[in-house]
């Protein structure tokens, strides 16, 4: 027996094409172009689904073959100031039509455990790293773990940003586990009033929803658990 995984596809995003599970945030597969994230969708599918299962004792996911229903695809572009096309500049990421439906109170829930799972999943790759083990810089990458987990805590700061539910730059934290702990909790305090909203934002060109930042929010989380993971060679 199938199950239908609706698919969105976000090509050019760092020189490759990501494959979302839009129904399934933090679902999702890489590939050098479409065909091969999509390819490798299934296999991350049947992962996120043991995943799942490891965390709740009534998962809401069957471990069937996926077949893959591309639904959008959206190619990656940058715009400059005056919001005109260019080369080099702000790297407008993908809006899905998906993105446009209101998140439900079983989305929410679903949600905040798809985030206390993924937190988890974190903090276990770097909690028994020493300092030198965090900060170390190793060749071809742009941060050490330790700016790692701050870039995550600030990139969760600024999906909250785009929908005007951030708290003020300048109190973002610098160290980055307690950037990781404040940013967090606004997050699972605001999730709970989105639902049913049909809040839509557009801010510096690109569109943002609670949906979108839910999908996001666990994939970028997810992403970064899995380098760090390469990294430490765990």
């Not at 994939?219 to 658990?225: A, F, I, L, P, S």
Request: hydrophobic fraction near 40%; proline fraction near 5%; charge should be negative.
């Amino acid at each position: 027996m199938d199950t239908i995984l609706r698919v969105g596809i976000e090509s050019g995003y760092e020189g490759r094409a990501v494959a979302w599970a839009l129904e399934h945030p933090g679902c999702f597969a890489y590939g050098a172009d479409a065909d091969q994230a999509v390819t490798g969708l299934s296999a991350a599918f049947s992962e996120y689904v043991d995943w799942i299962a490891r965390h709740e004792p009534s998962p809401w996911l069957e471990p069937l073959e996926p077949e893959m229903q591309v639904e959008e695809t959206w190619e990656v572009y940058s715009i400059d100031k005056a919001y005109d096309l260019a080369s080099e500049g702000y790297e407008v990421n993908a809006w899905f039509r998906h993105d446009w439906k209101p998140l439900s109170e079983v989305d929410i829930q679903r949600g905040l455990n798809l985030l206390a799972w993924s937190r988890a999943d974190l903090l276990a790759e770097v909690t028994h790293l020493s300092p030198q083990e965090l900060n170390a810089r190793q060749p071809g990458e742009r941060w050490s773990i330790s700016g790692i987990l701050g870039h995550v805590g600030g990139a969760e700061w600024w999906y909250l940003d785009r929908l005007g539910l951030a708290f003020p730059r300048a109190k973002v934290l610098e160290e980055p586990f307690e950037r990781l702990e404040a940013v967090r909790q606004l997050l699972v305090e605001q999730l709970p009033s989105l639902a049913d909203s049909r809040l839509v934002i557009g801010m510096d060109g690109e569109f943002w929803s609670p949906r979108k930042l839910l999908r996001r929010a666990v994939w970028h989380e997810r992403d970064h658990t899995l380098h760090i993971r390469k990294l430490t060679g765990e």
